[in-house]
């Protein structure tokens, strides 16, 4: 059962128990957020998870049957393409698992980069791969153009009706996807469940499926679902469920409206999904709590007021790495508020995808927020496409990027608190010297995150930022981003001041017929619709498009950015 503990008891834990939340919650009592009449009807629409572990909308034997056939055939690899909460909950159990099973190569794509795409192509054999396109809705943009790239990349090696036996749709009944999947013949069709929202879905076959592809036991897997509802779903002080909500939001309440999420290495993945969960469920009409999964523990030596820390402790094999983590822990300030959990198997995730849900529909009824809609993400998603109608807006200014070194020209689009700046330096100036202590920053990239020297140099940023500005510092993954924290960042608190980055594409990859001429243009209309959307909620950001995504570009971005640091006086 769901092993954790905390330092004490929150007084909120008691409001729960005597107002029966947990049982409520349970029983899909959409009344409980009668505070609005919108609020109600989502919630009284949404709330089909709380007892997928007891009462599962599909029958575990048949998706088990299903992956045990494919397997059978001699499936070697499963491309996942989807976004947002298609993705977080399969990615978390998969990778969590990999170290454990070798049955298949689990591989997901929820990028629109074309250095990400052509790198999964070029990982794989199609003859013995299996793709699956994961969607509720069925139009996300993002995986229906992934979609169109990988079946044109691979249209050469492979005839169109060889290719759809190696297609898999995971969608909503009724949804323009599983419509092209039956017309067009596909391997299968796996239904959703309507009542349950995408990022509430990690137990419904959205999970369930690719869980059993690389080998996850579902019937042990859901029997631990089965009882964590049990635990989660009492009106008891002990309720793990219980504890966690009123840890959240009685620190909430006391200005803490961020937490650390600690972990070992394999544990990282679930901070993802927890991300996700949190920033999309609670931020909105101005609250909000932000979970801050890139961690330099050694900011945390003295309390910064505004942030508490969840740990969680996790299978490990490597001695060198437990101690490792141990010692990060031990720097950490003890006056910071800390609760601590423990996952000792994958099929122990699902304990903790049951506790954290019911959490969140909890801390959502004492914030008084509906936790199960998205409205900020709809709004950025209209902006985008606005902009591949309509076209790119026009930057602010554009200048060569380096006065060193001639690597083209960058454009710069500004929130109007920016608008007098002119030159890429005292924009960044201007963006890093407003962060004040209880903001956070972060960098939203359209970037590959593949190859060399990309990643570390949006790490050097992000330390830098933290170190030199004592913030929380994020470093955000475009475009899944704008499907989980973007949600926080628009309607939250305005306390978060934004780097967006894109770059222009080397190698394009072109997409015939389709609302955008290709995937970079997607990409570059996603950094601009958040910019615009970002900017018409007041908040502090800055949107560079550089003159491409190589790893000397980047170095030479993180090279300005730390020596701007270097010279800003300290924030008060």
Same mark, same amino acid.
């Given at each position: $059962?769901?092993?954790? !503990?905390?330092?004490?008891?929150?007084?909120?834990?008691?409001?729960?128990?005597?107002?029966?939340?947990?049982?409520?919650?349970?029983?899909?009592?959409?009344?409980?957020?009668?505070?609005?009449?919108?609020?109600?009807?989502?919630?009284?629409?949404?709330?089909?998870?709380?007892?997928?572990?007891?009462?599962?909308?599909?029958?575990?034997? @048949?998706?088990?049957?299903?992956?045990?056939?494919?397997?059978? *055939?001699? =499936?070697?690899?499963?491309?996942?393409?989807?976004?947002?909460?298609?993705?977080?909950?399969? $990615?978390?159990?998969?990778?969590?698992?990999?170290?454990?099973?070798?049955?298949?190569?689990?591989?997901?794509?929820?990028? @629109?980069?074309?250095?990400?795409?052509?790198? #999964?192509?070029?990982?794989?054999?199609?003859?013995?791969?299996?793709?699956?396109?994961?969607?509720?809705?069925?139009?996300?943009?993002?995986?229906?153009?992934?979609?169109?790239?990988?079946?044109?990349?691979?249209?050469?090696?492979?005839?169109?009706?060889?290719?759809?036996?190696?297609?898999?749709?995971?969608?909503?009944?009724?949804?323009?996807?599983?419509?092209?999947?039956?017309?067009?013949?596909?391997?299968?069709?796996?239904?959703?469940?309507?009542?349950?929202? &995408?990022?509430?879905?990690?137990?419904?076959?959205?999970?369930?499926?690719?869980?059993?592809?690389?080998?996850?036991?579902?019937?042990? =897997?859901?029997?631990?679902?089965?009882?964590?509802?049990?635990?989660?779903?009492?009106?008891?002080?002990?309720?793990?469920?219980?504890?966690?909500?009123?840890?959240?939001?009685?620190?909430?309440?006391?200005?803490?409206?961020?937490?650390?999420?600690? #972990?070992?290495?394999?544990?990282?993945?679930?901070?993802?999904?927890?991300?996700?969960?949190?920033?999309?469920?609670? &931020?909105?009409?101005? *609250?909000?709590?932000?979970?801050?999964?890139?961690?330099?523990?050694?900011?945390? #030596?003295?309390?910064?007021? !505004?942030?508490?820390?969840?740990?969680?402790?996790?299978? #490990?094999?490597?001695?060198?790495?437990?101690?490792?983590?141990?010692?990060?822990?031990?720097?950490?300030?003890?006056?910071?508020?800390?609760?601590?959990?423990?996952?000792?198997?994958?099929?122990?995730?699902?304990?903790?995808?049951?506790?954290?849900?019911?959490?969140?529909?909890?801390?959502?009824?004492?914030?008084?927020?509906?936790?199960?809609?998205?409205?900020?993400?709809?709004?950025?998603?209209?902006?985008?496409?606005?902009?591949?109608?309509? &076209?790119?807006?026009?930057? @602010?200014?554009? *200048?060569?990027?380096? !006065?060193?070194?001639?690597?083209?020209?960058?454009?710069?689009?500004?929130?109007?608190?920016?608008? @007098?700046?002119?030159?890429?330096?005292?924009?960044?100036?201007?963006?890093?010297?407003?962060? *004040?202590?209880?903001?956070?920053?972060?960098?939203?990239?359209? =970037?590959?995150?593949?190859?060399?020297?990309?990643?570390?140099?949006?790490?050097?940023?992000?330390?830098?930022?933290?170190?030199?500005?004592?913030?929380?510092?994020?470093?955000?993954?475009?475009?899944?981003?704008?499907?989980?924290?973007?949600?926080?960042?628009?309607?939250?608190?305005?306390?978060?001041?934004?780097?967006?980055?894109?770059?222009?594409?080397?190698? !394009?990859?072109?997409?015939?017929?389709?609302?955008?001429?290709?995937?970079?243009?997607?990409?570059?209309?996603?950094?601009?619709?958040?910019?615009?959307?970002?900017?018409?909620?007041?908040?502090?950001?800055?949107?560079?498009?550089?003159?491409?995504?190589?790893?000397?570009?980047?170095?030479?971005?993180?090279?300005?950015?730390?020596?701007?640091?270097?010279?800003?006086?300290?924030?008060?």
């Amino acid at each position: $059962m769901i092993s954790g !503990d905390m330092e004490k008891l929150h007084p909120s834990a008691k409001t729960l128990v005597k107002e029966c939340i947990a049982s409520r919650v349970h029983a899909k009592d959409a009344s409980l957020y009668d505070f609005s009449e919108d609020a109600q009807e989502c919630a009284r629409r949404y709330m089909g998870w709380t007892d997928l572990g007891s009462n599962p909308p599909y029958l575990l034997s @048949d998706i088990q049957a299903f992956a045990d056939s494919i397997i059978a *055939q001699g =499936l070697k690899t499963v491309v996942l393409i989807g976004q947002g909460g298609s993705t977080q909950a399969p $990615m978390t159990l998969t990778k969590y698992n990999k170290p454990d099973s070798s049955l298949v190569t689990f591989k997901t794509l929820d990028s @629109d980069s074309p250095v990400r795409v052509r790198a #999964t192509l070029a990982e794989v054999k199609p003859e013995s791969t299996l793709f699956i396109i994961s969607s509720k809705s069925g139009g996300t943009i993002e995986p229906r153009l992934a979609l169109q790239a990988v079946r044109d990349a691979l249209s050469d090696g492979m005839p169109a009706e060889k290719l759809v036996e190696h297609l898999v749709a995971i969608t909503d009944p009724g949804s323009d996807l599983e419509r092209q999947a039956r017309e067009e013949g596909w391997a299968a069709v796996f239904p959703g469940e309507p009542s349950v929202g &995408g990022r509430f879905s990690a137990l419904t076959v959205f999970g369930l499926l690719p869980a059993a592809l690389v080998g996850i036991n579902l019937e042990e =897997l859901m029997a631990h679902a089965v009882e964590a509802e049990k635990a989660c779903s009492e009106d008891a002080i002990d309720n793990p469920a219980i504890g966690l909500a009123a840890f959240l939001y009685d620190n909430y309440l006391a200005g803490r409206n961020k937490f650390s999420f600690l #972990t070992p290495k394999r544990g990282r993945v679930l901070g993802l999904w927890i991300e996700q969960l949190v920033a999309e469920s609670l &931020g909105k009409d101005g *609250q909000g709590i932000l979970p801050n999964i890139e961690i330099d523990s050694l900011l945390l #030596t003295k309390d910064p007021g !505004d942030r508490s820390v969840i740990m969680y402790q996790t299978k #490990t094999d490597l001695w060198d790495e437990r101690r490792n983590f141990e010692m990060s822990l031990s720097y950490i300030d003890p006056a910071i508020p800390r609760i601590n959990f423990k996952i000792d198997s994958v099929e122990e995730l699902a304990e903790h995808f049951v506790m954290w849900e019911y959490a969140i529909a909890m801390c959502g009824y004492l914030m008084k927020v509906c936790p199960f809609d998205q409205p900020d993400v709809s709004a950025a998603k209209a902006a985008v496409l606005d902009i591949l109608r309509e &076209g790119q807006p026009a930057p @602010d200014f554009v *200048q060569d990027f380096t !006065d060193e070194v001639q690597m083209g020209e960058v454009e710069v689009r500004l929130s109007p608190c920016f608008k @007098d700046c002119t030159e890429v330096s005292s924009a960044l100036r201007a963006l890093f010297a407003s962060i *004040q202590p209880g903001d956070y920053f972060a960098i939203n990239a359209f =970037l590959p995150f593949t190859g060399e020297g990309r990643r570390e140099a949006l790490e050097i940023i992000r330390h830098a930022v933290a170190e030199k500005r004592r913030t929380v510092s994020c470093l955000e993954v475009g475009p899944r981003y704008l499907h989980s924290t973007g949600q926080l960042q628009k309607g939250g608190q305005n306390n978060g001041v934004f780097l967006i980055l894109s770059a222009d594409e080397l190698k !394009d990859i072109p997409l015939v017929g389709e609302a955008a001429e290709s995937l970079g243009t997607l990409a570059k209309a996603q950094a601009s619709g958040d910019l615009l959307t970002l900017a018409g909620r007041g908040r502090r950001c800055v949107h560079l498009h550089l003159p491409d995504n190589s790893g000397a570009t980047l170095r030479g971005l993180s090279s300005l950015v730390t020596g701007i640091l270097e010279n800003l006086e300290p924030s008060v």
